[in-house]
């Protein structure tokens, strides 16, 4: 039996644009994050060759919220109507490569076409702060790792070591394996990360002040989205290491 492809209305939604190629001589493919229906693709016609106070360019920039209605078939739809909301963020400096960072772990990570409106909560909340402080992205950062993780279904074990199961003691040194969680004693037949109770304490916390629970949770959540992500490497942090390794 021949199947149709399901056509798909979805009219004003609230977005943001995680990334837009041109495709074929005047139109763009955006990747859109839609709060209630996550990932999705759509053209863009004749972008490309309208004039400028016409042209949706504008409004299809990275790092503001817009409204948009998509019609089409679900592999890939077409953008009917795009319209500016007063939320947008002023990023510089390294925050503006973090925030590319985001949006290529969501690019990568999203799935499509399912409420995500937790994900776009803390997708806006992160950038509002990255915004208000560009100097102090670290936190911001590894709290947005975390939790979009839990969010996905990839949370990590942080209250209890799974070979005792007693509680997470602040002043031990435990052995992380991703997938399962903290063990006391190094398991050699296996990956693990060693990494202090106090740092795990503070991640299942959201306290990232000290030094080295940033230095430690960092190493842990690029290790937990690597399992995820694939072999292929991200293009935002190859860029953010060639302008600011020397620095």
Sequence with gaps: MLMIPHRTNLDNHFAVVLHSNHYQNSSLIVNVFLRDHGKVSAIVRGARGKKVKDNPLFLLQPFQNIIVSLTGKQ?????????????????????????????????????????????FLLYNKTLGLLGADSTHFEAPLRVFELKLLEFLGYGLNLDYAIDSEQPIDADKTYYYRIGSGASEKKDFSTDCLPISGKTLLDLAQNQLSAVKTLQQSKLLLKWALAEHLGSKPLKSREIFKQLYAAH
């Excluded at 973090?98 to 690019?107: F, P, S, V």
Aim: with cysteine; charged share 20%; net charge negative.
């Design 75 to 119: 592999e890939l739809l077409v953008l009917k109507n795009i319209e500016a909301t007063e939320k947008h963020w002023n990023l510089s400096g390294k925050a503006l490569y973090c925030a590319y960072y985001i949006n290529e772990l969501l690019l990568r990570l999203l799935p499509s076409y399912t409420d995500c409106s937790d994900i």
